[in-house]
């Protein structure tokens, strides 16, 4: 089962994210912020890191700068959530490795769309 970080600071997104993804059959962790994640991403490997732009603590563009540095996720696809339409964040996200954007509110079509392409699911 393949196995999907989702890191956001608001507990109503990653319940949604969580029921989701585990009714796509996937092994589901959260995490609240950004520093939380780099943690759980040093002590374990994921297919797949789904995480929120805007964030207290470290945001989704800093956590993914950390992220991209560790050996087991460097090759991961990151996929940025968010409600953002500010282009030079956006461009920032890309820069630093974003695979693709998930916009906010998230429907159940647009995240399957970006496992199939993202993971072969």
Avoid at 26 to 54: C, F, L, P, R
Avoid at 59 to 77: H, S, Y
Avoid at 83 to 97: C, L, M, R
Avoid at 98 to 105: D, E, N, V
Wanted: proline letters at 4%.
């Amino acid at each position: 089962m393949k196995k999907i970080l989702v890191v956001d600071d608001c507990p109503v997104v990653l319940k949604m994210m969580d029921e989701m993804l585990t009714g796509l059959n996937y092994e589901v962790t959260t995490s609240h912020d950004g520093q939380d994640a780099v943690e759980k991403v040093e002590a374990a490997s994921y297919n797949m890191i789904i995480v929120d732009m805007n964030m207290p603590r470290l945001n989704g563009i800093e956590f993914t700068k950390r992220a991209k540095q560790m050996p087991n996720c460097k090759f991961v696809p990151i996929v940025m959530l968010s409600s953002e339409n500010d282009e030079e964040k956006i461009s920032a996200a890309k820069q630093v490795g974003i695979s693709t954007f998930l916009r906010k509110p998230v429907k159940e079509s647009q995240l399957s769309t970006i496992l199939n392409l993202e993971l072969g699911a």
